[in-house]
């Protein structure tokens, strides 16, 4: 079991930039595989970044690939999400996940590949 907390999300200006954490609880978190996700009003939750266990690899949605960076630091239990070049379209509650794999070098992309969700912070990008 994971316990998953989201912070550093708020209200920015366009072309501003913004780190989001994830603090992990529980199980290490070393195990798991971790993502960002987002979700707008009205919109179906989207594949943001993610990075396999020890960081090595990480894959990016195409619409923050060149400005987001995920990484993670598994001493701290915790994972970043380094946004830059912020823009109206990326306003959205962000939700970190962790994802059981048994690859090392696997990167999960998809919501269905995670078992644990924080509660979401709210990014809001004005213009």
């Known amino acids: 079991q994971v316990q998953l907390v989201e912070s550093g999300g708020g209200l920015v200006q366009a072309g501003d930039s913004l780190r989001l954490s994830c603090a992990a609880s529980?199980?290490?978190?070393?195990?798991?595989?971790m993502g960002w996700f987002r979700q707008a009003p009205g919109k179906e939750r989207e594949f943001v970044a993610a990075?396999?266990?020890?960081?090595?690899?990480?894959r990016y949605g195409d619409p923050v690939k060149g400005r987001f960076t995920i990484s993670r630091v598994n001493t701290k239990n915790t994972v970043y999400l380094q946004m830059g070049g912020l823009n109206v379209e990326d306003t959205a509650v962000y939700y970190c996940a962790a994802g059981r794999t048994s690859l090392s070098f696997s990167v999960l992309l998809s919501v269905g590949q995670y078992q644990y969700w924080g509660q979401g912070t709210q990014v809001t990008v004005s213009s």
């Open positions: 990075i396999n266990k020890n960081g090595a690899f990480t």
């Open positions: 529980g199980s290490t978190s070393g195990l798991y595989a």
